[in-house]
């Protein structure tokens, strides 16, 4: 099994009890940082957002065969009050749990059951190298994403694109996609490229200092819609086999000048930081 193979076995057996990110990671065999970008990865939820949606997921189901107490079903859940139950509750399936029970259903798309994740892996990938990367000054355009809501990073890139080789003191034509400042349930994405310094930016630019660092670096001419099944393979197969460890640190894309962002195609790397 893999470490989020054995994470979802884990949250599965666990969720209706008071587990987090540590217990999770532990029973995955990995460091906390490790898990919370590989569960991403391969399963598109953050490992709290997953634990939340299948709590409330199981309270829709109890509702809708008719629970008569909300507020057992609200605790039962996780949840400390009808109030805070039932704003979670609504903003995930757009009804109240009143309205829930009274209707006998919930709706299809909102809910999320055990989760059966792609476990497909891209073959034979290895780093093409490993690099003591040196200190990086990155602007841009900034998000904060859920592992959720990360699908739509694409949008962020077609913001910034009108600025690409504009910004000021940018070093070169290369971009830097940028996950950084991880919490138990999001991260901030960059959208960007190198620059000299910060000096001449103005507020719209997001900006990063990126300390020297151990990279493993994964090359690849694949097209970028495989970005993902890449991603998901480093995290989840070739990590955890390979003796090194995963720092705590920014993750990042590197798209060289031969990458055309019309097309997706030519080619693109996956800088991933590595305790020396």
């Given amino acids: ?6 994470a979802i076995w884990y949250i599965e057996s666990h969720y209706f009890k008071d587990i987090g990110l540590d217990d999770i990671a532990t029973a995955g065999g990995v460091s ?29 189901h109890a509702l809708a065969k008719g629970a008569p107490d909300i507020l057992a079903v609200a605790l039962d859940a996780g949840y400390g009050s009808h109030e805070a139950f039932t704003r979670a509750f609504r903003d995930r399936f757009g009804q109240t749990p009143e309205e829930v029970r009274a209707n006998g259903s919930v709706s299809q798309p909102q809910r999320l059951e055990l989760l059966k994740m792609d476990e497909t892996f891209v073959e034979n990938l290895a780093p093409s190298r490993f690099v003591d990367g040196g200190p990086l000054l990155i602007a841009g355009f900034g998000q904060r994403y859920t ?38 349930d999001s991260f901030e994405y960059i959208a960007g490229v190198e620059v000299k310094d910060f000096s001449d930016l103005t507020s719209e630019y997001s900006r990063l200092r990126i300390a020297p660092q151990r990279y493993a670096v994964f090359a ?32 990042f894309e590197l798209y060289p000048e031969t990458f055309d962002p019309a097309t997706g195609n030519g080619g693109y790397e996956l800088w991933i930081p590595i305790k020396s």
Avoid at 154 to 174: C, D, E, I, M, T
């Fill in 147 to 184: 592992s959720e809501t990360s699908l739509a990073i694409p949008s962020l890139w077609q913001r910034f694109g009108p600025h690409f080789g504009s910004v000021p003191g940018q070093k070169n034509y290369v971009g830097y996609g940028v996950c950084h400042n991880f919490d138990d």
């Fill in 1 to 6: 099994m893999t470490p989020v193979q054995k």
């Fill in 32 to 60: 906390r940082f490790h898990m919370s970008r590989a569960f991403a990865a391969a399963t598109g939820h953050s490992v709290t957002g997953y634990i939340r949606a299948r709590r409330l997921t199981d309270a829709a």
């Fill in 220 to 251: 690849t001419t694949d097209h970028i819609s495989m970005i993902r099944r890449i991603t998901h393979t480093v995290w989840s197969k070739w990590l955890p086999t390979s003796g090194h460890e995963a720092a705590d640190g920014p993750n």
